[in-house]
């Protein structure tokens, strides 16, 4: 198929901006006149310091990233932050944490070695297919952070509040950031990898207040010491150049779209088309329920896995692509990131309609 025949639901790597992808492959070969692609140039040149400082400035920029919080491009992926987190942030205390999907309850699992961990909150009894409302939560008021994953990338709910607490929140974000304003002023650390919405797999961001920075334990790996990364600016060792490069030009990319709020009015679009599409389905149901419906994942099912295998087929062979749901919920599932047009979803909404007749 060509590219103009695909629309490409994958939940991560996923789409990126089609004109993103056209400036990389310009710049290939001979990168800004220095005679050599970025992926071959020294992290300490002045080339590569002026691409990692825009990337840097956009995202400050572009998400209104206050100055008391710094700006750290990783590697390790989101799974690495599991870690991370209780590894700089839990010492000689508890964490509570909201288990809200597969990610959140991994975090938790691997925050487990390292300090005491509490459950604030479990989604497990109800399949995930909701979020926990502000009553529910058991907070603890001596917590050193509460965790929680805002969309739940696999089940397809998402957090439509920000959770009111004593301590720090913490948030995960890989699937979700860059796709509506966010008030970092609330927040100790945000993280995201960057392969849902931003660049290649292989860049992780860290959003932190510097104030929790330096109370690590003392087994901290220094590549995984916030403190040390902040005095370093990221660059300790060879950072994710590539993917820095391409964080740089989709940031681009959403300042030209309008910025992050313009995403947050696409994305509301892209999802009511197929949010409508379900509610009026005689075959398909959604999986999250209706007031904690991910804007990003749209998860839904025949209620029969053949059936739902059928239609993934069938879509696929229409270029609609990678609507399978993930291994461990099964389903269907439609990620519908930032570089997704509305087009898309119309064209799987349209597709659903023309499957139910023939199957119902
Ligand atoms: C994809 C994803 C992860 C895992 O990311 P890796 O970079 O593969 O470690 C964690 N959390 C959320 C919400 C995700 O969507």
Known sequence: MTREEVYNF???????????????????????????????????SAAFQEIFDRAKASLRELLAVPESHEILLLQGGATLQFAAIPMNLLAGGSADYAVTGRFSALAAEEARKYGAVRIAADGSADGFARIPRPDELSLDGEAKYFYYCENNTIYGTQWHY????????????????????VDFSRYGLVYAGAQKNMAPAGLTVVILDKALAGRE?????????????????????TPPCWCIYMLSLTLDWVREQGGVAAMEERARERAAILYGALDESRLFRGRARKEDRSLMNVTFTSGDAGTDARFAAGAAARGLVSVKGHKSAGGLRASLYNAMPAEGAAKLAEYMREFEREHV
């Open 217 to 237: 334990l003392p087994c901290t790996p220094k590549i995984m010491r916030y403190e040390t990364m902040i005095r370093t600016d990221s660059m300790l060792n």
């Open 162 to 181: 920000v959770p009111e607490t004593a301590c720090p929140l913490v948030c995960d974000m890989s699937s979700d950031i860059l796709t509506h304003p």
């Open 10 to 44: 994958s939940a991560g790597p996923s789409v990126l901006p089609r004109s993103v992808l056209e400036r990389a492959a310009a710049e290939m070969l001979n990168y800004g006149g220095t005679g050599m692609s970025v992926m071959e140039m020294s992290h300490r």
